[in-house]
């Protein structure tokens, strides 16, 4: 008689996840769900499966990895087996996702990583705190993070629309106003690695997400002007910004 896995609901930063324990008592995920989490098809999980040439166990390859599961009183069926992958590997997989510029997988990895290190900060003075309390914060970081970046997106597209429209060197308009926010060049931070992810958002991830916001905010004030070269935009958005 095969012994099946146990199926269970949690909440990771906000997200619903449903996890399943196996008879000796690790866990994993379903690799559709690894990869919806994020906003990703299953056939991305399937992928770096294919990608890294995971095996966890000798005697298991995950690429094609099926398990036998309890059956929800709701259920019409059809979910008996399903494909899944060690939490570890999925959480390896968000993490991958998040190196290659994936701002959902970003938000639940610094979410996941804050919620860690709290966790361990409370245990080591003592302090005691809710499971939802520890939820309620993670969903607000990965919400603020993930926000965030959406912003970034938006005003970069806008500023690379004005400087178009404008005739001006996109790379000097933005070397000029990240001189003038963190006093170095992009190429200077990126040397620095302040800077990392993907170049649809101009500046990309820098490091600390008040300074990030500030620079999309003189970009944004920046792109609204109909008059002024490029120095004396930033200089009047940076007057803008501040006010």
Request: aromatic fraction near 8%; proline fraction near 1%; charge should be positive.
């Amino acid at each position: 008689m095969t012994t099946k896995a146990k199926r269970a609901l949690t909440q990771v930063a906000g997200i619903e996840v449903e996890v399943f324990q196996m008879p000796d008592g690790s866990y994993v995920m379903s690799q559709n769900q690894a990869s919806n989490v994020i906003g990703l098809q299953g056939i991305y999980a399937l992928r770096f499966l294919e990608e890294s040439n995971i095996k966890v166990l000798p005697d298991k390859d995950f690429k094609d990895y099926r398990i036998a599961i309890e059956s929800k009183a709701d259920s019409r069926g059809g979910r008996g087996r399903i494909k899944v992958v060690p939490i570890s590997i999925a959480f390896d997989f968000w993490l991958d996702q998040a190196f290659k510029g994936n701002v959902k997988a970003q938000a639940l990895v610094r979410a996941c990583g804050q919620e860690t290190l709290q966790r361990r900060c409370d245990t080591a003075f003592n302090q005691s705190k809710s499971e939802q309390q520890y939820e309620q914060q993670s969903v607000i970081n990965r919400d603020s993070w993930e926000q965030s970046r959406e912003y970034c997106r938006d005003v970069h597209s806008s500023f690379t629309n004005s400087c178009i429209r404008w005739k001006f060197n996109a790379a000097m308009a933005h070397d000029a106003i990240t001189i003038a926010v963190c006093g170095k060049t992009a190429s200077e931070l990126r040397e620095l690695e302040l800077i990392n992810g993907t170049s649809d958002i101009g500046l990309n991830h820098v490091a600390n997400r008040e300074l990030l916001v500030k620079i999309a905010k003189v970009k944004f004030q920046f792109s609204k002007y109909w008059k002024g070269g490029i120095s004396e935009r930033v200089t009047r958005a940076l007057t803008d910004v501040a006010k």
